[in-house]
């Protein structure tokens, strides 16, 4: 598997992991392009479905990541976000999904450098860790 | 102090000291109706009846080993509104269990209704409990009910009670407004009757049955009946987790699902009017097919069933109550249940959360708080 | 009313009024050093002492202390007056030979030199110090002890006192400045400075905010104000005529429903003191870029005379050679990694007022790391200035110091530095030193931003919601944001960003409405359940529930959109416009199908 590149799928929210993203693109950060961003408005607005649907189509990590608690642009959507992300942590090893595979983090709108770390430092991660199962099952 | 008094059996028949312990019910605790299992006269199936004439109470049988639903559901179509009067529901205690769930959720509502639990001794699958009763009716029960009191086994020729119930620790419905006890107590003599609320002291005393005592046996009978469960549920969970421990494991396990989404229909703690399932979210475009098909060249139809399982299980295996009806109600006979359960033991746990316990416990979803789970992020806020 | 004649000319008074106070009405100046409008007339100094004809004779009274009645014939400079007067003044001179006051009293009546023995003090015991203690602080820390020739003031025992608050009002009521607080209280006295000046001018607790103030009215500074926090004193309540001054006003918290809010609330200048290299606060010349602001400016602490500090800390001396140093906490990894963007500017142009005010013979030396004259005819002054002949030192300054190791360094600052042009390193000595300090984010910009929603950058400065398309938005509606707030910037560009940021919030104003982002929460009455989960987890209150059709309906008007109901919502009800489910999805199988034909 050394030709192996992780799929990452990002759920952002708009107003400060986006924005990170936004930062570390026009700081001219480099980071490995394995991360596909979904912005949504609020990490608070991630409808677990989502992460789930995500690894069943083949990604082989999921990363929601939204604003420092307490400074959510909707008060306290990250507080509910994170505990979505406890049941799906909780929900998706059962069936052999790595741990890692589902990730928050909270990355403000000025930490561009933070945004490129976290994606620099999943790769390798995910790399070790090998495909998602799901990619050689015929199923969805 | 729970107000205990008793039910005196006569003729070593507890279904008709039953039935005339309901008839009082009805005539002397001021509710207007009565929702119990009854043998229908048409067909010898059991079915929950809402009964508000005392002589209609004749076929009542809630101690038949079966509960074709989970009469949950229907106590929350009662109580969703305002009723007018009081009802009192003969429930199982999963049954009570999931309506308080749906309490919690606004699908039902504690004001006019008083529960009225029975210890529960498990029961037959829908498929199976016709093959043990046959055309036996009232005496099967009663056969039954001495033979797992007893402690004897309830497996007739190549069936047993459903696992569900073999798995389950909450034989007794302890959060019931009125608990009738038959765990530990001689039925052919009598039935405790016990008042765990102010209601359901209220309703007893209008009822004037005789004093008692809680037997001394009772408890270790309990103790015992659960720790055999407690067994057969740690096994279940040990042989589920093993045969679900990875996608491809999974995908076998739930192979045959053809998403008829009954598992969720008959889940009385899946209170949504129209699964998501069935909205136009998932109506994919046709192109849509051929592009997963192409993905892997090969792709299961119907799609979405692992994925339809999953999401029901971060839906509400925090509120799943464990009584069986997804297993019970499944035409291809997925043993979803035990992936339910085992699943929802550790959901429940990471929340600290156990369902149907109070209608005070929020559901895990339902609130958020500061400085919870900082395990998630590294230990930060 | 009463009528009487004052110096032959019949004048009417109310009854009551004393014959001072009926002259002063009359433009009749009479002479005295104890009375004071705050303070009871005590007839002490009589000098005051005016002639009054009763009919049949004539008497000489105190006309501090003296009440008008009808028909009496008052002479306030009659010879016999003037006389009586000078004989006063004579003594008081003997008292008092050195004083500056005195003499300059004794002048005004014409003495020269007095017939009596000299005696050597500065006190004339007019006793307004003691009287302004006593009647309006309530503390009597002072008073008036011995008698006879032997009065003087004297706090209790002669120790210093600690009933004594500092006020001050003793000082500043003596007429001789006799009167040094600092012998009286037993605590030192702290002096208020003035916030517009930079610290380098004093104030009253009563103070004109700065000369342009809008509107431009005295302010009392409640935490220094002797009336507030002792509920005595008001003496400024006597002197002002408009009758203006409310001593009694409360705190009150004054709640305005506005259509919108603009941030203005500017920056702080990055103090110097921690950059121990740079000795301000140790070397009394070296001066941040705001104090020199005050001291060129003509309203300043120096009307506009750009003075240096001498030996006593006094500004007086014309700087023969000025350092400015820039880029000090800006563009420095250590403290600020921004420029700061207006000190290039605002340096020219203290050179050029160096030149022209202090003479073309002073040396100013610019130490700077690049010179950013990016605005319009910013480059243009850049170059008239190096014609005026200031010296640019390509290279920041290292240090200063005052250890001076040649003989042309005694007594002078010495910036050390480099200039990297020549790759030299260099001691300039100098008489004074501008460090061109950072501008940074308010010390309260987290509070603020919390209250008004308003993020901070990495900086930070306020965050605009984006910084090409929406730089004067803030990720609040209707809340927008001006000036050096939102990051360092200079006055044009402040002007024309409050503009924007004025016509934003007249444009949301006027229109009388406000239009709701079209992402926002919406809830299928088909499939909703109404458990009302999502009531509760809404941060707006903008779900009700609907009793009726058993639903929850999100009001639009106060939904921002979060999506924390559809994120929990499980049959999909409830929805965010514009990220519902079926588009993330969609968007999802989009990636995916993409990542699969491509392979990453």
Redesign the interface.
């Known amino acids: 598997m050394e030709d192996y590149e992780p799929t990452i799928i990002a759920f952002t929210c708009n107003w400060c992991t986006y924005t990170a993203a936004d930062l570390a693109g026009t700081s001219r950060l480099s980071y490995p392009p394995n991360v596909r961003l979904i912005r949504v408005m609020c990490t608070g607005m991630v409808d677990?479905?989502y992460v789930?649907?995500a690894l069943?189509e083949?990604a082989d990590a999921v990363l929601i990541s939204g604003c420092?608690?307490?400074d959510c642009h909707y008060m306290?959507g990250n507080?509910?976000a994170?505990?979505?992300?406890?049941?799906?942590?909780?929900?998706?090893p059962?069936?052999?999904?790595d741990e890692q595979r589902v990730k928050?983090?909270?990355i403000g709108a000025s930490d561009g450098i933070q945004f490129a770390e976290t994606i620099t430092e999943m790769v390798p991660k995910l790399k070790a860790l090998g495909p998602n199962?799901?990619?050689?099952?015929?199923?969805? | 102090m729970a107000k205990i008094a008793k039910i005196e059996v006569k003729e070593q028949n507890p279904l008709n000291s039953l039935q005339g312990f309901f008839k009082t019910l009805l005539e002397q605790g001021e509710i207007s109706a009565i929702l119990v299992p009854q043998h229908l006269p048409m067909k010898d199936v059991v079915m929950p009846t809402l009964v508000t004439d005392p002589e209609k109470l004749n076929g009542t049988d809630p101690l038949a080993p079966v509960f074709p639903m989970n009469a949950a559901k229907l106590v929350s179509r009662l109580t969703?509104?305002p009723l007018g009067g009081s009802v009192a529901v003969v429930l199982r205690p999963c049954e009570i269990r999931a309506f308080i769930e749906l309490v919690k959720?606004?699908?039902g509502r504690m004001e006019e209704v008083i529960l009225v639990g029975i210890d529960c001794l498990g029961a037959y699958s829908n498929v199976d409990y016709p093959r043990f009763v046959g055309d036996d009716g009232t005496q099967a029960t009663l056969r039954f009910c001495q033979n797992a009191l007893a402690g004897k086994s309830t497996a007739v020729e190549d069936f047993d009670l459903s696992p569900a119930c073999k798995a389950c620790e909450y034989p007794i419905a302890e959060n019931a407004d009125v608990l009738i006890g038959l765990v530990g107590v001689d039925i052919n003599q009598q039935m405790l009757v016990k008042a765990n609320t102010p209601e359901g002291e209220a309703l007893l005393e209008k009822l004037k049955l005789p004093e008692a005592k809680e037997p001394d046996g009772r408890k270790k009978a309990i103790d015992s009946l659960v720790a055999q469960r407690v067994a057969y549920r740690d096994k279940m969970f040990a042989e589920t987790?093993e045969a679900?421990?990875?996608?491809?494991?999974?995908?076998s396990y739930l192979a045959n699902c053809v998403n008829c989404f009954n598992c969720r229909v008959a889940c009385p703690v899946c209170?949504?009017?129209?699964?998501?399932f069935v909205?136009?979210?998932f109506d994919h475009e046709p192109t849509?097919y051929l592009?997963?098909a192409?993905?892997?060249g090969?792709?299961?139809m119907p799609?979405?069933?692992?994925?339809f399982h999953?999401?029901r299980?971060?839906?509400?295996?925090?509120a799943c109550i464990g009584c069986g009806q997804c297993s019970n109600a499944c035409p291809n006979n997925i043993p979803v249940m035990e992936l339910f359960r085992?699943?929802s033991s550790?959901?429940q746990k990471?929340?600290d959360y156990e369902p149907g316990r109070s209608v005070e416990d929020e559901?895990?979803?339902?609130?958020?708080?500061?400085g919870?789970?900082l395990e998630?992020?590294g230990g930060?806020? | 009313m009463v009528t009487f004649t004052l110096n032959g000319r019949q004048v009417e008074a109310e009854e009551g009024s004393t014959i001072l106070e009926v002259a002063e009405t009359y433009n009749v100046k009479i002479p005295t050093l104890c009375n004071h409008k705050a303070l009871e007339p005590a007839g002490l100094c009589r000098l005051c002492t005016v002639e009054v004809y009763d009919g049949r004779r004539t008497r000489f009274v105190t006309s501090c202390n003296y009440p008008v009645w009808g028909g009496m014939e008052v002479k306030t400079d009659s010879e016999d007056v003037i006389r009586h007067r000078k004989m006063i003044v004579e003594l008081l001179l003997a008292r008092c030979p050195n004083n500056e006051f005195v003499k300059g009293l004794a002048a005004e009546f014409g003495i020269e030199a007095t017939r009596f023995k000299l005696e050597e003090d500065d006190c004339v015991l007019c006793g307004l110090c003691v009287r302004m203690c006593a009647e309006r602080m309530g503390v009597s820390a002072i008073s008036m002890t011995g008698r006879g020739t032997d009065i003087r003031v004297e706090t209790p025992f002669q120790i210093k006192s600690d009933a004594c608050q500092v006020c001050g009002a003793c000082e500043s009521v003596c007429p001789t400045g006799r009167i040094d607080v600092r012998e009286i209280a037993k605590y030192e006295p702290r002096p208020l400075l003035s916030d517009w000046e930079v610290g380098l001018q004093e104030r009253g607790a009563a103070y004109m905010p700065f000369p342009q103030a809008v509107p431009l009215a005295a302010v009392i500074d409640g935490e220094a104000c002797a009336h507030v926090r002792t509920g005595n004193c008001g003496v400024c309540r006597e002197f002002c005529e408009a009758g203006a001054i409310d001593l009694d006003m409360k705190e009150e918290i004054i709640e305005v429903e506005v259509g919108s809010i603009i941030l203005a609330t500017g920056y702080d200048l990055m103090d110097p003191s921690p950059m121990k290299q740079y000795g301000y606060g140790v070397y009394p010349n070296v001066f941040t870029s705001l104090e020199f602001e005050r001291l060129s400016n003509a309203t300043g602490p120096t009307g506009g005379v750009i003075l240096i500090r001498d030996e006593n800390g006094e500004l007086t001396v014309p700087p023969k050679s000025v350092a400015i140093l820039h880029c000090i906490g800006s563009r420095d990894v250590n403290h600020h990694e921004y420029c700061s963007r207006v000190c290039c500017m605002y340096a020219l142009k203290y050179g050029h007022l160096i030149k022209e005010k202090v003479g073309h013979e002073t040396k100013v030396y610019n130490f700077y790391i690049d010179l950013r004259c990016f605005g319009k005819g910013y480059e243009e002054f850049y170059r008239r200035l190096q014609e005026e002949g200031i010296t640019f030192i390509r290279g920041k300054a290292a240090e200063i110091t005052d250890q001076a190791i040649t003989p042309e360094e005694e007594g002078k600052l010495v910036v050390i530095g480099e200039d990297t042009l020549l790759g030299k390193r260099l001691r300039v000595p100098v008489d004074a030193v501008i460090l061109c300090m950072a501008m940074e984010a308010r010390s309260d910009a987290l509070d603020v931003g919390r209250i008004f929603g308003v993020s901070q950058g990495a900086d930070g400065f306020f965050l605009e919601e984006h910084p090409k398309l929406g730089p004067l938005n803030t990720a609040t509606d209707g809340v927008f944001i001006a000036g050096a707030c939102q990051g360092p910037k200079d006055i044009p560009d402040a002007v024309s960003q409050a503009s924007g940021a004025a016509a934003k919030s007249l444009a949301l104003a006027t229109l009388g409405k406000v239009l709701v982002p079209s992402t926002i929460s919406w809830i299928d009455p088909?499939?909703?359940?109404?458990?009302?989960?999502c009531i509760?987890?809404c941060p707006y209150t903008a779900i009700e529930f609907d009793a009726r059709r058993?639903v929850s309906v999100v009001n639009e008007a106060l939904c921002k959109g979060c999506g924390s109901c559809a994120g929990?919502c499980?049959?999909?009800?409830a929805q965010v416009r514009h990220f519902?489910?079926?588009q993330i999805?969609a968007e999802l199988?989009g990636v995916?199908?993409a990542i699969?034909a491509v392979g990453i």
Not at chain 1, 82 to 92: I, M, P, S, T
Not at chain 2, 244 to 251: A, Q, V, Y
Not at chain 2, 313 to 318: G, I, N
Not at chain 3, 526 to 533: D, E, L, P, W, Y
Request: glycine content about 6%.
């Open positions: 677990p479905k789930i649907k069943l083949g420092h608690i307490g306290n507080l509910k994170r505990r979505r992300v406890k049941l799906l942590k909780e929900l998706l059962r069936f052999g999904f928050l983090t909270w199962e799901v990619r050689n099952q015929m199923v969805l | 969703g509104k959720l606004k699908q987790t679900t421990s990875s996608i491809e494991k999974l995908t209170y949504c009017k129209e699964c998501v909205t136009d979210v849509q592009r997963w192409k993905r892997k090969i792709i299961k799609t979405d069933t692992v994925f999953i999401t299980l971060a839906h509400m295996s925090t085992t699943v550790h959901t990471a929340f559901p895990p979803l339902s609130i958020f708080r500061e919870e789970f998630l992020t930060k806020e | 088909n499939i909703c359940a109404g458990c009302q989960t509760g987890l058993g929990f499980p049959s999909g009800a519902n489910q079926k999805f199988d995916m199908d699969s």
